[in-house]
């Protein structure tokens, strides 16, 4: 019996995993770190907006500060292409790369990505872009070699401006549950 492809929105399975982070002594309570993480971060941008209605610039933000993220953060810088959008892998974390299945620094998406797994993320970008705010997904899916991937991602929009958008900056988290 041949197993179906998983659903057009969703993307496929990772090259390698990156969960979130998990402290070295066990937590009494039930903790999603990769919603934790990402609540934090989330909250880093926008103490660094300079301004209502106004977008951060990446060098608003301290290499010290994006450390906790660092292996799971993409920096996209985002480019016109006859009306739409297209990004540019500029900064790629270890963690992502492994996702990814390599460190595209410097490709754009669209020549990097695979068309199936474009699909499923280019919308979340799009939409960073166009609201000119935080878009989060999380999501358990189920992967076609048995098993789910729990799916945890962050993209922020940074302006060097403080209006167009220029940049993107994608938190992400593959973990296998399940």
Do not use: C
Not at 54 to 63: N, Q, S, V
């Amino acid at each position: 019996m041949a197993k179906s492809p998983p659903p057009f929105d969703s993307p496929p399975p990772p090259t390698a995993y990156a969960p979130a982070p998990k402290p070295r002594r066990p937590v009494a309570t039930g903790v999603d770190f990769a919603l934790e993480n990402t609540r934090q971060l989330r909250d880093l941008w926008s103490l660094k907006r300079p301004g209502r209605g106004a977008l951060p610039a990446y060098r608003f933000f301290d290499e010290l500060e994006l450390r906790p993220w660092a292996d799971n953060l993409v920096l996209y810088k985002a480019e016109r292409l006859d009306d739409q959008y297209v990004y540019r892998f500029e900064k790629v974390g270890k963690g992502v790369a492994a996702i990814d299945g390599g460190d595209f620094t410097g490709k754009l998406m669209h020549q990097a990505l695979p068309p199936t797994q474009l699909w499923a993320i280019v919308g979340h970008y799009d939409a960073a872009v166009r609201t000119r705010g935080p878009v989060e997904f999380h999501d358990t899916i189920p992967s076609p070699d048995g098993g789910s991937v729990k799916w945890d991602k962050l993209v922020l929009p940074l302006s060097d401006d403080g209006t167009e958008v220029d940049h993107l900056l994608m938190l992400l988290y593959a973990e296998k549950v399940g």
